[in-house]
């Protein structure tokens, strides 16, 4: 286990650990705000149901202040200048697509890239994090796979509508998720988080949730690889 041993080994409050969490901890706050503006938004593009997005937009709200409160713990101030102009690209495209009245481009960002995105940062964190933020992640995480399983439900129900749209929503949007692991990569790995695991465990999550909607192999390895090709 080797992650396990490099929890026992990190030193929480030297000066190094807690220079890399102010952006990764500001990371999943701005990540977890975004998602709950995002939730609420959608609501107006679907409306019949706004009830059950509501609820997702005020889950993420909870989950920013665990996350807050996190930092707090080991004393370190969120670079929140850092993290927003980190979620720029796709926060840009998000507020694009809706503009259009593109549901199916802003689930994409929202339901699958961003929840895929916290999913395998939070799976690969827990075993490294400190005992405090491992409890608050452990609860987190359970929650995005909710939050995930709304985008695929929906997408899975409208697949052939939204076939060409999500093609070529993954086009624009993938490559901007090898970009934001290449500029994280460093400070994760001061918290013992390799950018190989990240990878794998996004594509993971992110291929599964593809299969789940209704592309097959072939097609999500064609759709997969707009990311590698930025990576």
Not at 183 to 192: K, T
């Amino acid at each position: 286990m080797p992650q396990l041993e490099a929890s026992a080994a990190l030193d929480f409050h030297s000066e190094k650990y807690k220079d890399a969490y102010s952006r990764i901890n500001a990371i999943v706050i701005e990540g977890e705000q975004e998602a709950h503006e995002n939730y609420i938004q959608l609501a107006k593009l679907l409306p019949e149901h706004e009830e059950e997005l509501i609820r997702l937009s005020k889950m993420e709200s909870r989950h920013k202040k665990g996350f807050e409160a996190c930092g707090r713990n080991l004393q370190v101030t969120p670079d929140m200048v850092f993290a927003r102009q980190f979620f720029a690209k796709l926060h840009q495209n998000f507020q694009d697509a809706l503009a259009e009245g593109k549901v199916v481009t802003c689930l994409l960002i929202q339901s699958l890239v961003i929840e895929c995105f916290a999913i395998a940062a939070y799976n690969i964190y827990i075993p490294v994090a400190d005992p405090f933020a491992r409890k608050i992640t452990e609860g987190v995480v359970k929650d995005e796979y909710s939050h995930l399983n709304f985008g695929e439900v929906w997408l899975k129900a409208n697949f052939a509508a939204s076939k060409a749209e999500l093609e070529a929503a993954n086009r624009q949007n993938l490559p901007i998720v090898w970009q934001m692991l290449n500029q994280v990569a460093d400070d994760a790995h001061v918290l013992a988080m390799e950018k190989e695991a990240l990878v794998e465990d996004f594509m993971i999550a992110y291929g599964e949730a593809l299969s789940n909607i209704g592309f097959t192999t072939g097609e999500i390895m064609r759709m997969s690889a707009y990311g590698l090709a930025a990576a």
